[in-house]
C-alpha cells in the first residue's frame, strides 16, 4: 500500500558544485527533520540530495510495508547515484540515518566524511529486544512514537504517532551487521551528540569514537535532545557540518 506523501515530506534535492552531500533522517521521520540542514549545505554550494526513505513521510501501513533492506537499499543507490555526478561526497545522518551513514562508509570506500548527529548504530540491549520479540509474538503491532524528540517549543518534525515493532527489530537486524564492522570505515567523521536524548539514550556514539579506523572529532549539544537538527542547537549543527565538508572536500 502506498499513500500520499505528508506535507513538506517529500525529498529535497540541490544541485550545486562538484561537492555532493547525502542526508538521511531518521526510523519513523522523513525529510523535514534535515531540510534546514540541507538547504545549510546547497546556501555553502554543494550539491544535496535528501531522500525519503521507503515507508517513510506517509502512513505507519506503509512503513509496516519496509524494512531494514528497503532503507540500506535506498541509502546505497542514493549515495551511487550522487557520487555518479559529484567529485567527492560526504554523508550526514541522524538517528538511524546515522546507521545507515555508517553502513555507507563501509561499503563505498571513497566516501570523503561522514557527520554523525544522534546516531542510531547500536540495537537494542538484550533485555529489550527480548522483550521486544515478546510483544511481536503476542501479536503487538505498534507501541508509541519515538519521533519529535525536541526541546524547542513548539517545534514538530512530522514523525508518525506510532511505532511498529517488526520494523524496530529489522533495523536492530540490519544495524548489528553495521556495528559489527565499524572498524572498516576510515573516512574522517563528525560526531555531534545531545547531552540529553531521549530516544537512543543507551548510547552516545561510543561505537563510533571506539571502532572507527579514521579520525572522529565529536561536538556536545547542551541545549538539544534527539532530532537537534530542529531543536535549540540547529544553527551549531550547521555550522559545524558545513565546516567539517569543507574541510574533507579540500575547499
Known amino acids: 500500500m502506498t499513500t500520499a506523501i505528508m506535507p513538506r515530506c517529500e525529498p529535497y534535492s540541490f544541485a550545486g558544485g562538484p561537492f555532493g552531500v547525502l542526508v538521511l ?59 555518479a555526478k559529484c567529485s567527492k561526497v560526504a554523508v550526514v545522518g541522524l538517528s538511524m540515518g546515522g546507521g545507515l551513514t555508517a553502513l555507507i562508509a563501509e561499503s563505498r570506500p571513497d566516501v570523503a566524511g561522514c557527520v554523525f548527529i544522534n546516531p542510531w548504530i547500536k540495537p537494542l540491549n538484550p533485555e529489550l529486544l527480548d522483550g521486544l520479540e515478546q510483544f511481536i509474538a503476542a501479536g503487538v503491532v505498534s507501541y508509541d512514537s519515538v519521533g519529535s524528540d525536541i526541546k524547542k517549543e513548539n517545534t514538530s518534525e512530522s514523525a508518525y504517532e ?5 520494523q524496530v527489530k529489522s533495523a536492530c537486524d540490519g544495524l548489528t551487521v553495521v556495528r559489527e564492522h565499524l572498524g572498516q570505515i576510515t573516512a574522517p567523521s ?15 556514539g561510543e561505537d563510533i569514537t571506539e571502532s572507527s579506523s579514521g579520525p572522529v572529532e ?28 569543507r574541510r574533507v572536500f579540500g575547499s
Open 25 to 83: 533522517h531518521g526510523f519513523t521521520g522523513n525529510p523535514v527533520s534535515m531540510r534546514p540542514l540541507a538547504e545549510a549545505c546547497a546556501k555553502a554550494g554543494f550539491t544535496v540530495e535528501v531522500p525519503r526513505l521507503p515507508g517513510h513521510g506517509t502512513s505507519v501501513e506503509d512503513l509496516m510495508t519496509t524494512g531494514w533492506a528497503d532503507w540500506s537499499g535506498e541509502a546505497l543507490a542514493s549515495f551511487d547515484d550522487l557520487a
Open 218 to 245: 565529536q561536538i556536545w549539544l547542551e541545549d538539544s535532545y534527539h532530532v537537534a537538527t530542529l531543536d535549540n542547537d540547529a544553527a551549531l549543527v550547521e555550522s559545524s557540518t558545513v565546516a567539517f565538508l
Open 190 to 204: 563528525l560526531l555531534i551528540t545531545s547531552r540529553i536524548d531521549h530516544t537512543v539514550n543507551w548510547e552516545r
Open 162 to 166: 506510532a511505532t511498529p515493532l517488526a
